[in-house]
């Protein structure tokens, strides 16, 4: 069975602080893992994924097979990156494509 | 709003009641899902489909039934045999072979 897990409901950071959404995993095969973001009033959006190894929005997350993580960061905080965010897996190989997604952690930059 | 449309946006149902959520995409994908959004449940799968005519049970299809008829076209519907089915309900489609979901704006049904 796959799990992931989001053990943060709520991160509340300051403007410019650092940023860290942590996401473990628990998957028998090779992973494949995603962020997910929402923003206020709008549809559910995909922000990266671990094989693109690419930065979004100055966001980057790494995938940790030894620690099954993928925690999602950014350095410097902006207001307009309060969101719901939701990390999602699914295998390379079968999984049928389809997501399971985290709980998901609402992130809340204060000025 | 272009690509994926769920209709209506807000559903009322009274209980013992069936009733259809509609999700039509015109991107040409090939596979369509359908997800549950509760609050600090985050999404769980209820069907998915990666080809017409064909339909695979997610991790909580009990009490919903689907069809894919056209490509186009997943339609979700809450039978009366869904203990709580009042959520928000999203559907999302993709390309085939890829993860990239697109989602819709979603369906929130409320049982009365």
């Known amino acids: 069975a796959q799990r992931v897990t989001q053990p943060e409901k709520l991160l509340s950071v300051f403007k410019g602080a650092p940023v860290e959404l942590k996401c473990n995993y628990s998957y028998s095969g090779s992973p494949e893992l995603f962020w997910y973001v929402q923003y206020s009033r709008q549809r559910l959006q995909l922000l990266l994924r671990?094989?693109s190894r690419e930065s979004i929005k100055g966001f980057t997350a790494d995938l940790n097979k030894g620690e099954t993580s993928f925690h999602l960061k950014k350095p410097f905080a902006q207001e307009e990156d309060s969101a719901m965010y939701y990390c999602?897996?699914?295998?390379?190989?079968?999984?049928?494509?389809?997501?399971?997604f985290g709980t998901g952690t609402q992130l809340k930059v204060e000025l | 709003d272009g690509g994926i449309t769920q209709s209506p946006k807000y559903l009322f149902r009274k209980e013992g009641q069936n009733v259809t959520l509609s999700c039509e995409q015109n991107?040409?994908?090939?596979?369509m899902y359908w997800y549950r959004q509760d609050p600090g449940q985050g999404l769980r799968l209820i069907y998915y489909s990666q080809i017409v005519n064909d339909f695979q049970k997610g991790d909580i299809a009990e009490g919903y039934s689907v069809s894919r008829e056209k490509k186009e076209s997943f339609p979700l519907t809450v039978t009366s045999a869904q203990k709580n089915p009042t959520a928000f309900y999203l559907c999302?489609?993709?390309?085939?072979?890829?993860?990239?979901?697109?989602f819709g704006s979603g369906t929130r049904l409320t049982v009365v």
């Open positions: 991107l040409n994908h090939d596979a």
């Open positions: 671990h094989i």
């Open positions: 999302a489609s993709s390309i085939a072979g890829t993860r990239d979901y697109t």
């Open positions: 999602a897996l699914t295998g390379v190989t079968g999984g049928g494509n389809k997501l399971t």
